[in-house]
Nanobody, 116 residues
Framework: QVQLVESGGGLVQAGGSLRLSCVAS??????MGWFRQAPGKEREFVAA????????YYADSVKGRFTISRDNAKNSADLQMNSLKPEDTAVYYC???????????WGQGTQVTVSS
């Protein structure tokens, strides 16, 4: 059974940092990513990383502030978030893809709240 378990969310002041972690079990994935959903808004892409070459992709809104990394031995993907802004407040979801386009599995989400 495939599971994605996120951890590391919390409350932080603007300008602070948080690190989210996602551990996958049940199988390995071609790509792992992070998405977020703020209240009243649609879920949006944040970052993703491929498994073999470790190529990272970022939304423009987080480039230069967030860094995604992957540990294939642990089947995990972390999201280091620096210089956090109140607009980064959202539920963050880990996702995993068996292919290239769609994401096949999702975690339950972890709340990130950035106070001004």
């Amino acid at each position: 059974q495939v599971q994605l378990v996120e951890s590391g969310g919390g409350l932080v002041q603007a300008g602070g940092s948080l690190r989210l972690s996602c551990v996958a079990s049940g199988r390995t994935f071609r790509r792992m990513g992070w998405f977020r959903q703020a209240p009243g808004k649609e879920r949006e892409f944040v970052a993703a990383i491929t498994g073999i070459r470790g190529i990272a992709y970022y939304a423009d809104s987080v480039k230069g502030r967030f860094t995604i990394s992957r540990d294939n031995a642990k089947n995990s993907a972390d999201l280091q978030m620096n210089s956090l802004k109140p607009e980064d407040t959202a539920v963050y979801y880990c996702a995993a893809s068996l292919g290239i386009i769609q994401y096949d599995y999702w975690g339950q989400g972890t709340q990130v709240t950035v106070s001004s």
